[in-house]
T-cell receptor, first 113, second 116 residues
Framework: DTAVSQTPKYLVTQMGNDKSIKCEQN?????MYWYKQDSKKFLKIMFS???????INETVPNRFSPKSPDKAHLNLHINSLELGDSAVYFC????????????FGSGTRLTVV | DQQVKQNSPSLSVQEGRISILNCDYT??????FLWYKKYPAEGPTFLIS?????DKNEDGRFTVFLNKSAKHLSLHIVPSQPGDSAVYFC???????????????FGQGTILTVHP
C-alpha cells in the first residue's frame, strides 16, 4: 500500500493550459505539504495544510491554488502554465508538525512546452 | 537566500569505508535537523534526525553530528554499502506553531556513490 500517492507521475502540457496534480495519504497524518524541486535541485515549500486549514503559503504565484477536501487529500491546481513552472512537485504528509519527518510521494515531473 | 547549504554536490566512496556528508545552515532559530535519502524517480525518505539539544544521534550505520556553534551538521555512514548510493538531503526546521509549522528548509543535496 502506497502511503503518499500522487498522480500523475509525469505531465507534459503546453503553456497557458490549466492542470491539476492530486495527492492522497493513507497514514492518518494531520498535515500535508506541496514542495517544488527546481532546476537547481532545491526542495522548496509551497503550501502546508493542517486538518484542511491552510497554514503555510510561501511566495507562490496566485496561479497555484491548493485544495484540501479532507485531511487525507491535498490537490494542486495550476492555471495558465508557464515555462518556468517546469519542475518536479512533491506532495508530503507528516504528524506532529513535521518534527518526526515527512513521508513524501514519488513526485510529479511537470514539463511545460 | 539559502539557509541550508550542502556545498559538496557529490561524494564517491569505496564500499566498507566511511561516508561523511556535510551540511551548513545560517538560521540560528533552527532547532531540529533531518537527513533524507532519495533514489531516482522516488520521493525522499526520512533517514535520521537530531534535536538542537543534542550533538549526536545514532541509528545503526548512520550517525548525525550537530555542531551548533559552527552551524554545521554531518551524516556519517559506516560502513558504506553500494545500496547507500543515492542523493542525500539535509533539512532543518524551527518552532512548533505559527507560520513555521512543519516547514522544512532543504539543502540542495549531495549525490553519494559507493563503489563495490
Amino acid at each position: 500500500d502506497t502511503a503518499v500517492s500522487q498522480t500523475p507521475k509525469y505531465l507534459v502540457t503546453q503553456m497557458g493550459n490549466d492542470k491539476s496534480i492530486k495527492c492522497e495519504q493513507n497514514l492518518g497524518h494531520d498535515t500535508m505539504y506541496w514542495y517544488k524541486q527546481d532546476s537547481k535541485k532545491f526542495l522548496k515549500i509551497m503550501f502546508s495544510y493542517n486538518n484542511k486549514e491552510l497554514i503555510i503559503n510561501e511566495t507562490v504565484p496566485n496561479r497555484f491554488s491548493p485544495k484540501s477536501p479532507d485531511k487525507a487529500h491535498l490537490n494542486l491546481h495550476i492555471n495558465s502554465l508557464e515555462l518556468g513552472d517546469s519542475a518536479v512537485y512533491f506532495c508530503a504528509s507528516s504528524q506532529a508538525g513535521g518534527k518526526v519527518g515527512y513521508t513524501f510521494g514519488s513526485g510529479t515531473r511537470l514539463t511545460v512546452v | 537566500d539559502q539557509q541550508v547549504k550542502q556545498n559538496s554536490p557529490s561524494l564517491s566512496v569505496q564500499e566498507g569505508r566511511i561516508s561523511i556528508l556535510n551540511c551548513d545552515y545560517t538560521n540560528s532559530m533552527f532547532d531540529y535537523f533531518l537527513w533524507y535519502k532519495k533514489y531516482p524517480a522516488e520521493g525522499p525518505t526520512f533517514l535520521i534526525s537530531i534535536s538542537s539539544i543534542k550533538d549526536k544521534n545514532e541509528d545503526g550505520r548512520f550517525t548525525v553530528f550537530l555542531n551548533k556553534s559552527a552551524k554545521h551538521l554531518s551524516l556519517h555512514i559506516v560502513p558504506s554499502q553500494p545500496g547507500d548510493s543515492a542523493v542525500y538531503f539535509c533539512a532543518a526546521s524551527y518552532g512548533a506553531g505559527g507560520t513555521s509549522y512543519g516547514k522544512l528548509t532543504f539543502g540542495q543535496g549531495t549525490i553519494l556513490t559507493v563503489h563495490p
